[in-house]
T-cell receptor, first 114, second 113 residues
Framework: EAQVTQNPRYLITVTGKKLTVTCSQNMNHEYMSWYRQDPGLGLRQIYYSMNVEVTDKGDVPEGYKVSRKEKRNFPLILESPSPNQTSLYFC?????????????FGQGTRLTVV | KNQVEQSPQSLIILEGKNCTLQCNYTVSPFSNLRWYKQDTGRGPVSLTIMTFSENTKSNGRYTATLDADTKQSSLHITASQLSDSASYICVVSENNAGNMLTFGGGTRLMVKP
């Protein structure tokens, strides 16, 4: 079954404690991205990657890092989490965007930073 | 700046009734427009994808329309069911190599028995 898998689904952490949210896809997609979703703000892109070792900033990259060492994995790293990073995070993957490509989303990671 | 505006922000309807959600965008150059359904706390799931040349596309009880001249799209839900309660998100992609998606804020639909 084609899917995007995020882990963990829920995470509560303290300010400043480094954490990593993993994302893996089994569709051999080149393009992967991370979003955060906050009430009233919709989905905002944090980082995206067009292929292995190719990453770029989205709209809200501050406080986040990513890496793309393998095609299937695209972890999101918070080196020093702060309370304003409390949010619902989604990873997505797709083939390079064209007329009919589709983005597949993971189930989400709800992060709380206290 | 590219924008996608959706209306209404929220909507309550009775089971069995029809409804129409609106999406206006300023994204340019335009590549395609997607409607996603997002259940609470879950990832968005694609309903329809429409390109510049497509005016209407259906997926079961969901019908999307696109007017590329006025940069407007609508999602019509027919004979609503309780399971249609969700957020519906309009997403427009640019026709460039950057793969940028612009998301609307979503319409939160509640279907009541």
């Amino acid at each position: 079954e084609a899917q995007v898998t995020q882990n963990p689904r829920y995470l509560i952490t303290v300010t400043g404690k480094k954490l990593t949210v993993t994302c893996s896809q089994n569709m051999n997609h080149e393009y992967m991205s991370w979003y955060r979703q906050d009430p009233g703000l919709g989905l905002r892109q944090i980082y995206y990657s067009m292929n292995v070792e190719v990453t770029d900033k989205g709209d809200v990259p501050e406080g986040y890092k990513v890496s793309r060492k393998e095609k299937r994995n695209f972890p999101l790293i918070l080196e020093s989490p702060s309370p304003n990073q409390t949010s619902l995070y989604f990873c997505a993957s797709s083939t390079p965007f064209g007329a009919n490509t589709e983005a597949f989303f993971g189930q989400g990671t709800r992060l709380t930073v206290v | 700046k590219n924008q996608v505006e959706q209306s209404p922000q929220s909507l309550i309807i009775l089971e069995g009734k029809n409804c129409t959600l609106q999406c206006n965008y300023t994204v340019s150059p335009f590549s395609n427009l997607r409607w996603y359904k997002q259940d609470t706390g879950r990832g968005p799931v694609s309903l329809t994808i429409m390109t510049f040349s497509e005016n209407t596309k259906s997926n079961g009880r969901y019908t999307a329309t696109l007017d590329a001249d006025t940069k407007q799209s609508s999602l019509h839900i027919t004979a609503s069911q309780l399971s249609d309660s969700a957020s519906y998100i309009c997403v427009v992609s640019e026709n460039n190599a950057g793969n940028m998606l612009t998301f609307g804020g979503g319409t939160r639909l509640m279907v009541k028995p």
